[in-house]
């Protein structure tokens, strides 16, 4: 099953239990999910799992920044409110890299540019990035990286 069949279903389950919040949040995927389809080919166009994945993403890091919004405007109910649909999307990402698999996984693209210094941290970063395909952070990516990579 697609993740966007998968977005369908859940949110046909949503009504059904009469999970509001659940049900807009997923309302508002499925919406930014369409217009990724709009802007790729039209109307019929499905995205493939990658680029909704990359939308999901893109939902989650709206999420961070709202929350962050909040929390220095002392709003906590709204933070409150975003944190929990954060963890609604979450639910749709792959599992997440460990921190020793991120380390194998720099350490071996390191090697595989044959990088020395932090001058050449672009092309560990592409290979990083395919690599970890979405189960990592960029901000984590990019750290470990900082981190092996000699100044």
Known sequence: MSLQAQIDSDIKDAMRAKDSARLNTLRLLKTALKNAAIEKGGADTILDDSEALAIVRKQIKQRQDSIEGYEKGGRAELAATEKAEMEMLAA???????????????????????????????????????????????RALSTEVQKQLPA
Do not use: C, F, H, N
Request: no cysteine; net charge neutral.
């Open 92 to 138: 749709y990402l792959p599992a997440g890299l460990s921190a020793t698999d991120l380390e194998a996984l720099v350490r071996d693209a390191i090697q595989e540019v044959g990088a020395t210094s932090r001058k050449q941290m672009g092309a560990v970063m592409k290979i990083v990035s395919e690599k970890a395909a979405g189960r990592a952070d960029g």
